[in-house]
């Protein structure tokens, strides 16, 4: 939806639009001049054309553009680059850029400019999702088939954007195709899914999109699993299934019913069995991990006039894990049978539900304002554990420890004006209110935003930004774990809500239309960051209220980013670098000294290349490195009560790991077939097979002397899929 207001002699005069979309090819239309009129243009993607090479021009270069700290990633190139173990990533892609760090190795996590990943509000087509990885954090939720767009924003953000502090990934869904059916998909190493979309109908009003993808590492590991563990099974599979369907009920209104579903699943079945002449004893144990999000959206967007457009959103969305264990026992003597059961539950969640409503209104081709307000109910489920235990005899005994289910309201209203005040001055001014309602108490946040762009020539800008940020929801993550065991608790009078003001100063270069750069500076100050007390986890959190478990205090984070990008040819990628520097300030955590965070690096830099020969054949390379995570180790061991070691600590996060860094090769070869067009795809992760840490252990060497011992997880990979698409 768009619109184009014209004044003076402009309005009296003939016109040539140019629409162009990342990865589609540009379109020119002649406009004769007159009355209102509604326009509705159908792009094609560029890739399809055999024939000519169309190159895709943006409506508005980056020096032009008031927003900064924001990149938007072709989903052509997100394809393109390297995959781990065959699987196209999103969330991968984007730990290429600046200012993005991945946290462990081969993990989806986004650490954005000193923040957690908690701090990230991910979108998907307007929800909210709260835990975006599969396999324990290996892959994320989103299918890149099934995405039509990415976008990273690091700092100035809009004042439409609010509840976290750190970064918003808005990630959108396609739409279907309404003229004709289409598909892709692929099958892989561990991995296979799929893509369909299409048309409702003949009249080209209505269309559909349907996508799944499932692992099988289950079926192919259970063989090798019940041989070695003598008749024991156990498995890991996950899967996810995303759905969209949007009618045009009339020139002027649109409707938008969307849906995700995935769920990860970890299980382990063991049988045992003793017996002696007269004696049987059988035992049987079930061990189960699941976690999974669920979302829903319901959009209704409608043109109220030539400058008044609108969208009605109803959301909703939820993540929910758990833990259980059950073991169950028969005893026979001949004389007496005796029976017990016992399981143990761990579970936790998070659901919201949504009601928003934005405008776009355009009074004045040099004033572009959006306005809206929304409402959320949202219910947290902390922690929560339950205990059956039953035998012959004896009555069935059932405790359920953990917090209660806690109900909270968000409720926020934002205006925004991306204003050109002179041809070479233009700014975002914005205003972002929430309110957060919990137990009997409200805390109130006001958050200004302003964004500016002065242009020293057409393809010379500065800009800078401030942003206040608030966040009303917690994250108790337990970084040395790896299970998705973080739980989601909301601010209350004992845990207050997380704050940030983020300021940023830099510059952008367009060098025609293939290249541009830019440079920025930040500082970030960030209140009420939550940490777990040395020693707590999850674990108890059945027990002891997970308010005596946690510790708030300061986060600062500061540094620069570098980043060149080439958008346009047949090699086309980016090269990024960033210097910073986090820390984490807490008056109960290393006797109230500032300490490095763990995931603060002083240099990040990242390589990412695609080079496409012609239609059928492609070549990609990404290449990374940055300085190793701050860990804590000790620095001396004494004795202690019965000869257990007590170890000595001069400081929180004090060491080094060593510097990561790897090499990623990936190629793809094309063929057109008569119905279909078939692409073989080929990849090496870690090439040069480097042994970077994953985390580190005291231990001893050959000769028996203490030594600590580095455990690397991934040597190089290789990997491949067959895929299509019609």
Do not use: C
């Amino acid at each position: 939806f768009y619109s184009l207001t014209l004044r003076g002699e402009a309005a009296t005069d003939s016109l040539r639009l140019v629409y162009s979309f990342v990865g589609y090819a540009e379109r020119r239309v002649f406009l004769p001049p007159g009355e209102d009129q509604s326009l509705t243009i159908r792009l094609d993607p560029a890739l399809e054309l055999q024939t000519v090479t169309v190159s895709a021009k943006t409506a508005e270069r980056q020096a032009e553009q008031t927003q900064m700290s924001a990149i938007e990633v072709p989903v052509a190139q997100i394809k393109s680059l390297p995959a781990f173990l065959g699987e196209v990533d999103v969330l991968k892609v984007l730990q290429l850029l600046p200012g993005v760090q991945s946290g462990n190795e081969g993990a989806t996590g986004l650490y954005v400019r000193g923040g957690g990943p908690d701090q990230n509000l991910i979108l998907l087509d307007g929800v909210p999702v709260y835990n975006a990885s599969h396999l324990f954090g290996f892959f994320s939720v989103f299918n890149a088939d099934a995405v039509n767009k990415v976008e990273l924003i690091k700092g100035g953000f809009p004042a439409r954007y609010g509840g976290r502090l750190s970064s918003v990934v808005d990630i959108r869904l396609k739409e279907g195709n309404t003229q004709g059916v289409h598909g892709s998909g692929s099958i892989g190493l561990i991995a296979s899914k799929a893509m369909l979309e299409g048309p409702i109908g003949k009249d080209g009003k209505s269309s559909w999109l349907v996508s799944g993808r499932r692992t099988y590492i289950d079926l192919l590991a259970q063989p090798f699993i019940r041989a070695a563990a003598d008749g024991s099974t156990g498995g890991y599979y996950f899967y996810d299934i995303n759905a969209k369907i949007n009618r045009k009920v009339s020139e002027k209104d649109r409707l938008y019913l969307s849906g995700y579903f995935g769920r990860d699943r970890f299980y382990f079945r063991d049988k045992s069995d003793f017996s002696e002449p007269g004696i049987t004893d059988e035992e049987t144990f079930k061990g189960d991990l699941e976690w999974g999000n669920a979302t829903a959206v319901f959009r209704w967007n409608r043109t109220w006039s030539p400058t008044l457009f609108s969208n009605l959103t109803a959301t909703y969305s939820a993540y929910d894990f758990e833990i259980s264990n059950e073991v169950e026992s028969v005893y026979d003597d001949g004389i007496q049978q005796e029976e017990s059961a016992f399981s143990l539950r761990l579970f936790s969640g998070i659901g919201d539900a949504t009601l928003r409503q934005d405008f776009d209104w355009v009074p004045h081709p040099n004033h572009y304002l959006r306005f809206g307000l929304s409402g959320s109910w949202q219910r947290f489920r902390p922690s929560a554990t339950s205990f059956d235990a039953a035998q012959t005899g004896i009555p069935v005994e059932s405790q359920f420890f953990g917090s209660d289910e806690i109900d909270a309201g968000l409720f926020s209203a934002y205006v925004e004006n991306d204003w050109k005040i002179s041809p070479w001055l233009k700014a975002n001014l914005g205003l972002h209110g929430a309110a957060f309602a919990v137990d009997g108490e409200v805390f109130p946040s006001l958050q200004p935003r302003i964004s500016t762009r002065v242009l020293l020539t057409p393809e010379w800008s500065i800009k800078a930004s401030y942003a206040q940020m608030a966040q009303f929801i917690h994250l108790l993550s337990n970084a040395g774990i790896g299970l998705p065991t973080d739980l989601w608790v909301p601010a209350t009078d004992r845990v207050r809500p997380e704050t940030s003001w983020q300021a940023a100063l830099g510059v952008a270069r367009d060098l025609g239309d293939a290249w541009s750069f830019s440079a920025e500076g930040y500082y970030k100050v960030m209140e009420g960051v939550v940490e777990y007390k040395d020693g707590a986890s999850f674990l108890d959190n059945g027990v002891e209220d997970w308010q005596d478990k946690v510790v708030q205090g300061t986060g600062t984070s500061y540094g620069a980013e570098l980043f060149a990008q080439k958008k346009q040819g047949r090699t086309t990628g980016w090269i990024g670098y960033t210097l910073s520097w986090t820390w984490r300030d807490f008056a109960a955590l290393n006797g109230g000294e500032r300490f490095p965070y763990r995931y603060d690096r002083r240099h990040d830099l990242s390589v990412a290349v695609v080079h496409r020969f012609n239609e059928r054949i492609e070549i990609s390379g990404a290449w990374v490195y940055g300085t190793g995570n701050a860990i804590s180790l000790p620095v001396a061991r004494y004795e202690g009560l019965y000869g257990f070691p007590i170890y000595s600590y001069e400081g929180r996060n004090g060491f080094r790991m060593a510097p990561y860094h790897r090499l990623d090769f990936g190629a793809r070869f094309s063929k057109e077939k008569k119905r279909y067009t078939r692409h073989f795809a080929v990849g090496v992760y870690n090439a040069y097979s480097r042994k970077n840490p994953f985390f580190i252990y005291a231990g001893s060497d050959d000769f028996g002397n203490e030594a600590y011992k580095q455990v690397s997880l991934f040597p190089i990979l290789p990997s491949f899929s067959w895929q299509f698409d019609f």
